[in-house]
């Protein structure tokens, strides 16, 4: 019910302000928190603030970790789904497009390539 989701979103928003203020914003639990208050508004389709949640998220761990990592690419799903959500189909193609790169060849040699 809302009563549990706003509730459940008290907790977070406080779950994240200590973790901010003890262990900053680059420790990877205070992106945890960051991400259930994003996920609540997902649940209360408040979308916006939710893609606020998601888009600090994506930054920080874009900082702190490679973009390889499956927390970030995580992120980029939950953005394309929120912008979906918002129906901005234009931002959830282009953060689904974040997560499928084009495979570089140009250390490839044309023996490599083909076997040869």
Do not use: M
């Amino acid at each position: 019910s809302d009563v549990y989701k706003r509730q459940a979103l008290e907790y977070y928003q406080k779950s994240e302000r200590i973790k901010a203020a003890s262990l900053g914003e680059l420790n990877p639990s205070y992106w945890l928190s960051l991400n259930h208050i994003g996920d609540v508004y997902i649940k209360t389709r408040e979308y916006t603030k939710a893609l606020e949640c998601f888009h600090k998220c994506e930054s920080i761990t874009a900082t702190v970790l490679q973009e390889s990592n499956p927390d970030y690419a995580s992120y980029l799903v939950k953005i394309s789904q929120t912008y979906h959500h918002l129906s901005d189909h234009a931002n959830a193609r282009l953060y689904y497009h974040k997560l499928v790169k084009p495979v570089s060849y140009t250390h490839l040699t044309l023996p490599t390539i083909y076997s040869v």
